[in-house]
């Protein structure tokens, strides 16, 4: 069985023309997409792009101010009860290539054939960070497990191990301080 994925992004004045770029290249991988805006200026500019979507794979979730990192929150919860079993976490500025995510569940079914103690521990399936750089319209490539972007969350451990997000930090500080909880709880982040 297909295990169904949600991605998460969080916005707050995007660029439309790389959110664009990052939507479609991530559509066909996940069975939906929730927009969580945290009070953009360019909303209705937002609103246009879900239509460019196949209707209901693109949701926009308006937030009526910047609510920092609870958006992501909302997002979790809205993505778990719609039957989440993973949830992709996504900033609005993130792109990569068509297919990777359909490659790594791939890669992840292969080493969790069969059920081991391995499998039983990853946490986080953690994507390489792909940014565009508007000024050269080249990617750039991060490798970095301590920011939200690209992490792949088993829906399982968020709510065994409540691994929401914690709201008292900025953004910086509060995926650094996730990924901690993750490691001292002996769950693994694997890249």
């Not at 690209?150 to 008292?168: A, H, R």
Request: charged share 25%; proline share 3%; with cysteine.
């Amino acid at each position: 069985m297909k295990p169904k994925i949600i991605a998460i992004y969080w916005a707050f004045n995007p660029n439309v023309k790389v959110l664009r770029l990052s939507l479609r290249n991530l559509i066909d991988d996940v069975d939906e997409i929730i927009i969580v805006d945290n009070g953009s200026r360019n909303i209705k500019e937002l609103k246009e792009l879900a239509t460019e979507f196949i209707p209901g794979k693109v949701n926009i979730v308006e937030l009526r101010r910047n609510l920092g990192v609870k958006a992501l929150n909302i997002g979790i919860t809205i993505a778990i009860k719609k039957g989440a079993d993973w949830v992709l976490l996504m900033d609005d500025d993130s792109i990569y290539p068509k297919g990777i995510l359909r490659n790594i569940m791939l890669a992840y079914n292969v080493l969790c054939k069969h059920k081991n103690d391995l499998c039983d521990k990853i946490a986080v399936i953690s994507l390489p960070y792909w940014k565009f750089n508007q000024l050269r319209e080249t990617f750039v490539i991060f490798k970095n497990q301590h920011i939200f972007s690209g992490s792949l969350i088993k829906v399982d451990n968020i709510k065994k191990y409540n691994l929401y997000i914690n709201e008292s930090f900025f953004v910086d500080m509060a995926d650094v301080e996730l990924y901690e909880r993750i490691h001292k709880l002996g769950m693994l982040t694997i890249y």
